[in-house]
Nanobody
Framework: QVQLVESGGGLAQPGGSLRLSCTASRPTLNRYDIGWFRQTPGKEREGISYISSSDGTTSYAESVKGRFTISRDNLKNTVYLQMDSLKPEDTAVYYC???????????????????WGQGTQVTISS
């Protein structure tokens, strides 16, 4: 089983930036499609970004498009989420998730993913 760990969360001001990282327990992350999700209390988990294991194809939710960028460094066994132009509504616990062969047009749906990290808190406030 792939074990994922998120890091890089914290406090930022509106308009600021944070970079989240997702690492795996073993050097196998390059074999997996990776999604980033976020969740606030009482709300459903929201898929916000995706990157494929094969050709680097990416997807973004409309709520973060143009502000967040997903990337991966296979040599470091790490996937990143660069978060710019942060807004208070970006406040949430952020999770990375992994699976092989995520189906087309389903990249931001949580049930497509088998492995999940424990999450990292992001708080945007003045």
């Amino acid at each position: 089983q792939v074990q994922l760990v998120e890091s890089g969360g914290g406090l930022a001001q509106p308009g600021g930036s944070l970079r989240l990282s997702c690492t795996a327990s073993r050097p196998t992350l390059n074999r997996y499609d990776i999604g980033w999700f976020r969740q606030t209390p009482g709300k459903e988990r929201e898929g916000i970004s995706y990157i494929s294991s094969s050709d680097g194809t990416t997807s973004y939710a409309e709520s973060v498009k143009g502000r967040f960028t997903i990337s991966r460094d296979n040599l470091k066994n790490t996937v990143y989420l660069q978060m710019d132009s942060l807004k208070p509504e970006d406040t949430a616990v952020y999770y990375c998730a992994a699976n092989q062969d995520v189906r087309p047009s389903r990249e931001l749906l949580d049930y497509e993913y088998a492995y999940w990290g424990q999450g990292t808190q992001v708080t945007i406030s003045s």
